[in-house]
């Protein structure tokens, strides 16, 4: 009798093992996705935007959306590529103009980015990472004194960077946080008729700090 208790306990033990291990200890290798949520502050980064000489023009808001990734776990780095899209409730006030930074009255339209980040394992269970990567914005242009967007908008090029810390909670989901800088230098205006305006040179700057939760396979 004692052999067979002795036994099960072992049999018990080595199925369960593995499931521990695998909560215990969080891959960061994979594809994963995410829900993206936090602040946005868009604004003018010099007088190339802004001509009157006031240059803390900007407009704020919450921003929204999903990203998805692809990690490969070094050993105690990791490196990967991911992409975004997101939007926003930033927009120009409808009374006054001290925020049109060069663009006049606009609402904050979607924002396209891909690019690739690399990062420590500060222990099993942290990711320190930096990223870098290509953005594309929209401007939405908007009626009169109103917030209806019109059909014409700005679309803006530029690049990204950032820094942020991911924490796995087990072994599928994370958590992270992170601040991301981007800056726009070339523009080109998308009409209401279809038509497209020739590029142009724009400094416009764009800050975030988000928060994510995502789910990695």
Do not use: C
Not at 102 to 128: E, H, N
Not at 147 to 154: G, I, P
Not at 166 to 192: P, Q, W
Request: charged share 25%.
């Amino acid at each position: 009798m004692r052999k067979l208790m002795v036994a099960t306990l072992l049999a018990g033990a080595t199925v369960a093992a593995p499931a521990l291990a695998q909560e215990a200890g969080p891959t960061f290798t994979g594809p994963r996705v995410e829900g993206i949520l936090g602040y946005d502050h868009t604004g003018a980064g010099s007088s190339v935007d802004n001509d009157n000489g006031s240059d803390d023009q900007k407009i704020d808001g919450l921003l929204y959306g999903v990203g998805a990734g692809y990690d490969v776990n070094l050993g105690s780095a990791v490196v990967g590529v991911e992409g975004e899209w997101t939007n926003s409730t930033s927009k120009s006030n409808r009374r006054d103009l001290t925020d049109n930074f060069g663009f006049g009255r606009v609402k904050q339209g979607r924002d396209l980015y891909v690019g690739a980040r690399a990062g420590i394992l500060a222990d099993p269970a942290t990711l320190v990472y930096v990223k870098g990567g290509y953005t594309n914005t929209k401007l939405n242009v908007l009626a009169g004194d109103s917030d209806e967007s019109t059909d014409t908008a700005f679309k803006l090029d530029g690049w990204r960077i950032g820094a942020g810390v991911e924490r796995a909670i087990n072994a599928n989901t994370f958590a992270k946080v992170e601040y991301r800088y981007s800056k726009y230098e070339d523009a080109h205006i998308n009409f209401a008729d279809g038509s497209t305006s020739s590029e142009f040179g724009v400094d416009t700057d764009r800050h975030q700090i988000v928060g994510s939760v995502g789910w990695r396979f």
